[in-house]
Nanobody, 127 residues
Framework: QVRLVESGGGSVQAGGSLRLSCTISGVRVNNACMGWFRQAPGKEREGVATIRRGGGSIYYADSVKGRFTISQDNAKNTLDLQMNSLKPEDTAMYYC????????????????????WGQGTQVTVSS
C-alpha cells in the first residue's frame, strides 16, 4: 500500500524559503513518477514540479521555474521541494503524489494522471 505524508509547510514572509518533504512508504521513490502539486482556495489543483521514474527528467510549472527545486533522497525514500523567493501567490495546500503509469512529458504536471496522494501541507506566504 502506497502512503505519502507531507511535512514542512508553514507561514513565511514574501522572499522567504521553505522546504517540503514527502515521506514515502509502499514504493521506492525512484520507482514511480513523483511530484508536488498545490491547490489554492477557489482554484483547481495544479502541478508544481514532477520527476520521472528513475529520477530522470524533471518538470516545473512556469510560475515556479528558477525558484523551486524538486529532489529525491533514495536513502531516506523521500521527495523534497525546496522553495525559495516565495511569493504571496504561492500560498496553497501542497500535495505529494505518485503514479506508476508512464506519462508523456506533456502530462507530467497533470494532477488527474496521479493515483496516490498525501493529505497535504499548508504553505502561507504573506506580503
Amino acid at each position: 500500500q502506497v502512503r505519502l505524508v507531507e511535512s514542512g509547510g508553514g507561514s513565511v514572509q514574501a522572499g522567504g524559503s521553505l522546504r517540503l518533504s514527502c515521506t514515502i512508504s509502499g514504493v521506492r521513490v525512484n520507482n514511480a513518477c513523483m511530484g508536488w502539486f498545490r491547490q489554492a482556495p477557489g482554484k483547481e489543483r495544479e502541478g508544481v514540479a514532477t520527476i520521472r521514474r528513475g529520477g530522470g527528467s524533471i518538470y516545473y510549472a512556469d510560475s515556479v521555474k528558477g525558484r523551486f527545486t524538486i529532489s529525491q533522497d533514495n536513502a531516506k525514500n523521500t521527495l523534497d521541494l525546496q522553495m525559495n523567493s516565495l511569493k504571496p501567490e504561492d500560498t496553497a495546500m501542497y500535495y505529494c503524489a505518485a503514479d506508476f503509469e508512464f506519462k508523456v512529458p506533456a502530462r507530467m504536471l497533470f494532477p488527474t494522471d496521479y493515483k496516490y496522494w498525501g493529505q497535504g501541507t499548508q504553505v502561507t506566504v504573506s506580503s
